[in-house]
């Protein structure tokens, strides 16, 4: 029974065997003192008394004086015992016993795990997946090894079991029923889950988030279905946004030749485009331009209708006649998409986006505070030193790949500051930080844990394995059921979200209309929006893709 005891209650019960133990010890002993050595004797009861007095620091009352040095020495040693009683020994044995009698005791064996999904160890990887499991009603239930972690999981109301799976395996005997196992530890820990689970009879998907990806085949080899590296697809997610040559700015732009451009601009808070109604503009009227959407936040929305609002620092995704487009650049900023991507912080996630900027043939400039191979600038990227030595204001992008969103958002002002109209893209170690470094001044804010979000719950919840990209898209149709219409004037193309930049009609291009102009059957139309805007307009307009005309 005494082995099955917790460490604070053996603790404590050995502290009441020696409390009563001291007192008699210290008693007799004084007793003894006060009796051959000062030569004023004193009951065993009034020795006790001392005894208990002295041990707690309660007081003397008048016995209080000592003559003889050994009973002066005595009682000196007796007094810093009680002060170490009180004040270490009752701290470290009895208050941790309270605390576990009154708390909420953390689960050590896993619950019924039938139709839930483990996850070993938490971390920022998977905590935006876990929230959304919270929305979506989906069970699961957390495996952690650190206690004061597994604590705050708890009290967050997440469902948590304590222990050490290399102290006791067989905690995860019920894993045998679950729906799924995602691992998230170190890569060897992962390991040791893995071969353990399948141990157990486990033989449903067993996903494992990895740090390097040469691990992949043997974890594959021992168990697992699938081997995911986030850190390296979160490098990859923000090369794409730093670099149009991976991922270019508009799909099918060609199809209009030189025609048409496409710009964007940002929307400085002084700018007389900021905080304005778009009907009030009237961009298309008095500039012959058309406003596809607007980046904000990290987001694209396409325009609905004269009532869509300019957000101030957001950028405008702007169609039109490149001349037309010189117009809009003199109330909004230009996006600059020339010279070298400038990239701070080259641990794993940096390493990866420059691997991929260099494969894009990008020219890059590397910060890091520390000298190694690849590292073009050794500084900080918070001093105005180290921005001029990186020519920050001609770079087309601006990557920050910390690895402390504290400093990232920091940095992330810093450098709106010093170079406003650089496009700025960050990384974010925790995704509830997002926020933060939107208001700061990025453009675009990326956490690991969106991204191996998106992975999981592609397999584990059914949902898209990434969310439908806002790229714009330039798509040629033919009119459907807006012939006899006006291409701008139409609520119900103003719904859907996409535009018609240009129209062909014998071979001829037209993209600004006078008031009268009616569509035709015959005509083609080039429509421009993001991938769902132009699905939306397809299905409104009955419209499909038109053939192109060879000459």
């Not at 009034?46 to 309660?58: H, P």
């Not at 890059?364 to 918070?382: E, N, T, W, Y």
Request: neutral net charge; contains cysteine.
């Amino acid at each position: 029974m005494k082995s099955k005891l917790k460490r604070s209650t053996k603790h404590l019960l050995a502290l009441l065997v020696l409390l009563p133990t001291a007192v008699l010890v210290l008693g007799t002993i004084y007793m003894f003192g006060m009796t051959h050595l000062e030569g004023t004797s004193r009951t065993f009861l009034q020795s006790i008394q001392w005894a208990s007095e002295t041990l707690t620091t309660t007081g003397y009352g008048a016995d209080s004086r000592w003559n003889h040095p050994v009973m002066a020495v005595f009682v000196i040693i007796s007094q810093f015992l009680g002060q170490f009683l009180v004040f270490l020994i009752f701290p470290v044995l009895v208050l941790p016993y309270f605390e576990e009698q009154f708390e909420v005791r953390l689960q050590h064996v896993l619950p019924p795990m039938a139709g839930k999904v483990l996850f070993y160890r938490y971390g920022p990887a998977i905590e935006s997946l876990l929230e959304e499991f919270n929305s979506t009603n989906s069970p699961f239930v957390i495996f952690e090894e650190d206690m004061a972690l597994a604590r705050n999981l708890r009290d967050r109301g997440y469902n948590v079991v304590f222990g050490k799976l290399n102290d006791d395996p067989s905690i995860l005997m019920p894993v045998k029923q679950a729906q799924a196992v995602v691992t998230n530890a170190g890569d060897h820990a992962n390991a040791t889950c893995t071969l353990i689970v399948r141990e157990f009879g486990f033989t449903g998907p067993l996903y494992a988030l990895a740090d390097d990806p040469l691990y992949r085949a043997p974890m594959i080899q021992i168990g697992a279905t699938d081997v995911f590296t986030p850190a390296h697809v979160l490098g990859a997610a923000l090369a794409s946004r730093a670099s149009t040559r991976i991922s270019p700015p508009a799909e099918g732009m060609h199809l209009l030749g030189t025609i048409v451009g496409m710009a964007e601009f940002r929307v400085r808070a002084g700018s007389p485009l900021a905080g304005k109604r778009l009907g009030d503009l009237h961009l298309r009227e008095q500039h012959g331009v058309t406003v596809i959407g607007q980046w904000y936040g990290g987001i694209f929305t396409t325009t609905k209708g004269p009532e869509t609002h300019i957000e101030p620092g957001a950028i405008l995704v702007v169609v039109g006649r490149h001349a037309n487009l010189e117009k809009v650049e003199r109330m909004a900023m230009p996006i600059r998409r020339t010279g070298p991507i400038v990239l701070a912080g080259h641990g794993a996630v940096g390493h990866k986006v420059i691997e991929m900027l260099h494969d894009a043939g990008e020219t890059c400039v590397v910060i890091d505070r520390v000298a190694a191979p690849g590292v073009d600038i050794v500084g900080s990227v918070l001093e105005q030193a180290t921005l001029d030595q990186a020519k920050v204001r001609e770079a087309s992008a601006v990557v920050l790949a910390l690895s402390d969103d504290s400093e990232s958002v920091f940095a992330t002002a810093v450098v709106r500051d010093y170079a406003p109209e650089v496009p700025l893209i960050v990384r974010v170690q925790r995704t509830p930080n997002t926020a933060r470094l939107y208001r700061s001044g990025a453009d675009f804010a990326i956490s690991v844990g969106q991204v191996a979000g998106q992975i999981l719950a592609y397999h584990l919840l059914g949902e898209q394995i990434i969310h439908v990209e806002n790229r714009i898209k330039f798509v040629r149709l033919n009119a459907g059921t807006m012939a006899g219409q006006h291409p701008w004037h139409n609520d119900a193309l103003e719904r859907t979200g996409a535009k018609i930049v240009a129209v062909e009609r014998e071979r001829d291009v037209m993209v600004e209309f006078d008031p009268d102009f009616l569509l035709r059957q015959d005509d083609a139309l080039y429509v421009c929006g993001s991938i769902s805007s132009l699905k939306r307009y397809q299905r409104e307009f009955q419209a499909t893709t038109a053939p192109e005309v060879r000459p």
